[in-house]
Nanobody, 124 residues
Framework: VRLAESGGGLVQPGGSLTLSCVASGLTLEYYAIGWFRQAPGKERERVGCVGNSDGDAYYAASVRDRFTISRDNVKNTAYLQMNNLNTEDTAVYYC??????????????????WGQGTQVTVPA
């Protein structure tokens, strides 16, 4: 399984960005997808996770109502739409999945397959 994130960059406070996570070796639509992030000097934290059925989603309180996870099954790609970004959203963002997970379980320790990460920077 290989996951490749893209779409990170520098965005001004209040701006938006969409991250992509292209999967190979696994059909994403059947499994849970998690997005996690790690800021400098901080532990990795969960952003949000979705299961393989509509409506099965979890979002961290810090991003709820601002971030949305979606997937394009034809492209075998997951997305993280991020709106109203602020400086606290600055981090490396990772997507993850696991062929044993089907629901929006957002514990990073349960995910076996990870992308390389993409940097999102929101300057002060």
């Amino acid at each position: 399984v290989r996951l490749a994130e893209s779409g990170g960059g520098l965005v001004q406070p209040g701006g938006s960005l969409t991250l992509s996570c292209v999967a190979s070796g696994l059909t994403l639509e059947y499994y849970a997808i998690g997005w996690f992030r790690q800021a400098p000097g901080k532990e990795r934290e969960r952003v949000g996770c979705v299961g393989n059925s509509d409506g099965d989603a979890y979002y961290a309180a810090s991003v709820r109502d601002r971030f949305t996870i979606s997937r394009d099954n034809v492209k075998n790609t997951a997305y993280l739409q991020m709106n109203n970004l602020n400086t606290e959203d600055t981090a490396v963002y990772y997507c993850a999945t696991d062929p044993q997970l089907y629901h929006s379980v957002c514990d990073s320790l349960l995910y076996a397959d990870w992308g390389q990460g993409t940097q999102v920077t929101v300057p002060a």
